[in-house]
């Protein structure tokens, strides 16, 4: 008798540390690219890309309702209205909260970017580590204020008005996804950031460069 509640003692105290380690294991997300508010995509609640240099502070939250296209996981969108196409560098960065573990891209045919960076399945990103995206090779263009609705504190949302500019990729979703039987939690804060081309911002430089040294010779010649 006594053996065998010695034997059930061992069994319950192997299946309390069974949970207890399974509680311990981080959750495991990859991030996720997907273009929105265009003719037939899904509307989005977006953040306002503004200008071709830019760097804003977002927070990607939990999506609950069921049914959605990326229920369970965390997701932010973006809309650009800055007036120009944006062909360049998108990154989107996070310091890793306790619990998770980054794994990188998640790899699909239908991503809208070629997404690298932001650690992998054999070297994850764990908690307080920093996790940097890079999401290149989309050309995002540029629409106008008929396509945009709420804001003055409600989100602005993006979508298809059927004019001529819904027939480009404007915005788009990013979504942390965990694996299947894992919950992400309620909001991901991340630094979201948009750089030209490589070859725009010498352009840039060179036209700033060269006004300088004209307006240097107008000062020159006035003296």
Not at 49 to 76: E, H, K, P, R, Y
């Amino acid at each position: 008798m006594k053996f065998i509640r010695l034997l059930m003692v061992v069994a319950f105290l192997g299946i309390s540390a069974t949970l207890a380690f399974a509680d311990g294991v981080p959750t495991d997300p990859t991030l996720l690219t997907s273009g929105c508010g265009r003719l037939g995509q899904p509307k989005c609640d977006a953040y306002l890309i503004t200008s071709s240099f830019q760097t804003m502070t977002v927070a990607l939250t939990l999506d609950t309702t069921a049914g959605d296209t990326f229920f369970g996981d965390a997701v932010a969108s973006f809309v650009n209205v800055s007036g120009v196409t944006l062909t360049g560098l998108f990154t989107i960065s996070f310091t890793v909260p306790a619990g998770l573990s980054f794994q990188g891209c998640t790899v699909q045919e239908t991503s809208l970017f070629t997404c690298t960076g932001g650690g992998s399945p054999s070297s994850p990103i764990t908690g307080g580590g920093t996790a940097l995206f890079d999401l290149t090779g989309a050309s995002i263009c540029s629409v106008d204020s008929d396509d945009l609705g709420g804001g003055e504190g409600a989100p602005i949302t993006y979508v298809s008005d059927n004019d001529a500019d819904d027939n480009c990729q404007a915005a788009f979703t990013l979504a942390l996804k965990p694996v299947a039987g894992e919950t992400l939690p309620q909001v991901i804060n991340g630094n979201f950031t948009v750089a030209p081309e490589p070859s725009s911002g010498l352009l840039l430089l060179f036209g700033l460069a060269a006004g300088l040294l004209t307006l240097k010779g107008l000062r020159a010649n006035l003296a």
